[in-house]
């Protein structure tokens, strides 16, 4: 049998082979803390009709209600900073959705390394979560030492930034454990706070998701966006990143090494009249592997319109 530090480190070297940028592992416990934050938030309505946020409360911030006997929570970030960008008009989009659904590219790596652990290690139970599940991935991120939550929510890694997507591997099988992370490095910066167009992001780390620009053009599925939000969009047509663009932190950002992201060419060069006349079976076709799907084309077309003010 294998020693913890061993199967710690295996475990670490296979994130990295299959194409993990970072992995951070912490002891399986129930976050009280947590647990208090996340049922304020939901008593203000700052989830807006995301009900989904509603549910599955005891898994959220209990681990071992998602795999019974959970001892070790794995967080890993994937790298999703672009060599390209958006010709400038164009109308704006989040760069994690430049190329193929993360959801995909991830949970194939995540499925990846459950099998060479048990291939390994021996029989243990697992379970891997990229936005599939209620984990609490950057409390997780941060208690595996891998960074600070930051004043606009997002999880900042001080050698990367906050371009990262963050994948979870809640497991029974006992491991070394990272120290958390201690020490928030935002200080007394408020530029997220500043720049945020709809004022969503709140004095004590607190963003308001129902005032949210992603919030509006991807979870909000009613076809009338609230009159109130007119002209405060910024051109994003689909997400947001201006609280992690202006981010001093993010100037240590670096492009990502998947093949996969690579970014669809029509994202980056599409004018607003081009998204205008595009037909939904363009749409379908160019975008089939996309985050883009998740609005659909009439989502998209609203957004279109709402930004372009030809609603």
Partial sequence: MKSLEENTRFIKNTASRLGFDFCGIARAQKLDDDAARLEHWLQK??????????????????????????????????????AAHQQPGTPKISKYAFGKDYHEVIRKQLNELIACIKETVGEIHGRGFVDSAPVLERTWAQRSGLGWVGKNGNLINKQSG???????????????????FAKDFCGTCTKCIDACPTNAILPGKVV???????????????????????????????GCDTCQDVCPWNRFSKPNNEINFTPVPEILNLSSQEWEIMTEESFQKIFKDSPLRRSKFKGIQRNLKFITGTD
């Fill in 162 to 180: 906050s371009y990262y997507f963050i994948a979870t591997l809640i497991t029974d099988l006992s491991l070394q454990y990272d120290d958390p």
């Fill in 45 to 82: 309505g700052m989830h807006g009709s995301m009900h989904y946020m509603e549910k599955y409360f005891d898994m959220r911030v209990d681990p071992a209600k998602l795999v019974p006997g959970a001892k070790s929570v794995i967080t890993l970030l994937k790298n999703y900073y672009p």
């Fill in 208 to 238: 308001d998701g129902s005032k949210c620009i992603s919030y509006f053009t991807i979870e909000l599925k009613e076809m009338l966006i609230p009159g109130e939000m007119k002209g405060k969009f910024d051109n994003w047509m689909f």
